[in-house]
């Protein structure tokens, strides 16, 4: 079994010593600084070097070692896209990790990849399908747990990693200094705007309850904003929803949700803020910067959205939901799909959810299909996500799994790290 980037935390170091627990063995290659922080010392390669490098590394190791699955977080990474096309042409499978559709208490594990390229992707329940009781850990909010991970993940990478190790990255880099600077500001806007904000939540609730519609934003840099968007940006979202607003004011408040770990989000909420007063809605429309997705959309009358999971939770609270972009669980059955300013403006005129009994269903066949109990960032919920996790991967890998794990395939040696250009002149 072979890992390569996981989620940043220690989750894939506590997923490799599960493996070995549970009788597997595994491999993982690092790519960067921050993976060897979050790494065991023993049984990793490490890589640095470009996409067309990585590609002749990762044949070699392929062609000579016996490999039944390959592992990774985030099927949109430079590095697992090459890794998924070697792999379906060598007859290999592959296991791509994400954040759960539902949170928290859940991680998204499937075969071949996630979200628009879930194997699931639009579909729905059969009539006579029976669902496995997929049951989430309760867990308060992440995020706080998320946002120390990848703080210190992102900015050992930045401080500490190779020059050809940028080649590979998912995320763009700012340089040292100003990822520091990011995550102190992000960490202080959390802070100080969370104590004000839960006033403005509590009031919201209390007074427009079932009188509103939220907008969660995503982050512009997110692959599913950048591949499966069709078309729709962070901004073109933002504009759309005002003007639709502005001309059918079907309920009393438009609230945007920004996304927690953006960058920009100050000088986002200056911009929502400044065209809603062009248009005449600065009573009407607020930005949040924290607050839970689960809450408001409890509370809500819809929810609009390009593909982020926060639809997840539109579904389960019965409120209206229209995707605009390519989501699992975009089904004209299930949810209002749309692709355009138009879909936005009738979603505002007239708008509708599914039936109760049909979404339990979807939920239920989500959680069986995609679903399984654990979290990437709270320490006991690691341990338990690693050890269901570990059971998935032997039921993919099957029998060849179970014989490498006992000594029975044979094992070539692994080929040398690819170093960058300059340095095999």
């Not at 392929?62 to 590095?79: E, S, Y």
């Not at 079932?210 to 982050?219: A, C």
Request: hydrophobic residues 40%; contains cysteine; charged residues 25%.
């Amino acid at each position: 079994m072979l890992l390569l980037q996981g989620p940043t935390s220690t989750f894939f170091k506590r997923l490799q010593l599960e493996i070995e627990r549970q009788g597997g063995t595994a491999k993982r290659v690092l790519f960067n600084a921050a993976d060897e922080l979050y790494a065991l010392n023993r049984d990793c390669f490490r890589f640095s070097g470009s996409a067309l490098e990585w590609e002749v590394w990762l044949q070699d190791y392929l062609t000579k070692n016996r490999t039944d699955v390959i592992v990774f977080f985030g099927c949109k990474r430079p590095a697992h896209i090459v890794a998924a096309r070697l792999a379906k042409s060598l007859g290999i499978k592959t296991v791509s990790l994400e954040e759960g559709y539902m949170r928290t208490g859940y991680i998204t594990c499937e075969e071949g990849g996630n979200n628009d390229l879930s194997p699931i992707m639009g579909q729905l329940p059969g009539d006579d399908e029976i669902y496995s009781q997929q049951k989430g850990l309760r867990l308060h909010t992440t995020f706080a747990w998320m946002n120390w991970w990848s703080m210190t993940y992102y900015l050992w990478r930045s401080w500490f990693s190779r020059e050809t190790d940028k080649k590979l990255y998912h995320i763009t880099v700012k340089g040292p200094l100003k990822d520091t600077l990011f995550w102190m500001a992000n960490a202080l806007r959390t802070i100080f705007r969370k104590f004000p904000e839960n006033f403005v939540i509590s009031s919201l609730v209390r007074r427009v309850d079932k009188d509103f519609i939220i907008v969660p934003l995503q982050l512009p840099s997110d692959s599913q904003m950048r591949e499966a968007a069709n078309g729709w940006t962070v901004d073109r979202l933002i504009d759309a929803a005002l003007t639709s607003y502005a001309n059918n004011r079907s309920v009393k408040k438009l609230v945007f949700k920004l996304h927690p770990l953006d960058g920009d989000a100050l000088a986002r909420e200056r911009r929502i803020k400044r065209k809603a007063k062009q248009l005449g809605l600065a009573d009407d429309v607020i930005v949040l910067h924290t607050g839970s997705i689960s809450k408001l959309s409890q509370h809500a009358d819809g929810m609009i959205i390009v593909n982020s999971t926060s639809g997840i939770s539109a579904i389960h609270h019965g409120i209206p939901l229209l995707v605009l972009g390519k989501a699992v669980f975009r089904n004209e059955k299930l949810v209002m799909c749309g692709s355009s300013e138009n879909d936005i403006d009738r979603f505002f005129d007239k708008r509708w959810a599914a039936e109760g009994e049909f979404r339990s269903s979807y939920l239920l066949f989500l959680k069986s299909h995609s679903l399984i109990p654990g979290d990437f960032y709270v320490p006991h919920a690691m341990r338990v996500g690693a050890r269901h996790l570990t059971r998935r991967l032997l039921q993919v890998s099957g029998n060849a799994l179970r014989a490498k794990a006992t000594g029975t395939a044979e094992t070539a040696d692994t080929p040398a790290m690819v170093e960058p250009a300059a340095k095999l002149a």
